[in-house]
């Protein structure tokens, strides 16, 4: 078993998707390897396998185990654009981010 990369140090203090398999590495060292890492938290061998070879994404399972909750998330990558307008009516803008039409 080899142990992922280190976290980008972009996202320093954010946990990452390596950041929850380089803890699952160390957890899996600790318990004496992924089968019995795997037995004690009734997590299926292959999925931890899967995750720590980044063929798969840490989930819900995995996240849970190591005392994370999983929750993705969708975040904005661009400011809103402007509508298209109905015919016989004027454009409007798109909701403003973060706090939407209202500015909740």
Do not use: D, K, Y
Not at 12 to 20: K, L, R, S, T, V
Not at 34 to 50: D, I, N
Not at 99 to 104: F, I, L, S, Y
């Amino acid at each position: 078993m080899r142990a992922p990369p280190a976290p980008s140090p972009r996202l320093a203090g954010a946990c990452e998707a390596g950041a929850i398999r380089r803890l699952l590495f160390e957890h899996c060292e600790q318990e004496g390897g992924m089968r019995a890492w795997s037995r004690r938290h009734g997590v299926p061998v292959s999925l931890v396998s899967e995750t720590l070879s980044g063929r798969r994404a840490p989930g819900e399972a995995i996240a849970n185990a190591l005392g994370f909750l999983f929750m993705p998330a969708f975040l904005p990558v661009r400011s809103p654009s402007v509508t298209t307008p109905r015919p016989g009516s004027a454009p409007r803008a798109a909701a403003a981010l973060p706090g939407g039409p209202h500015g909740a």
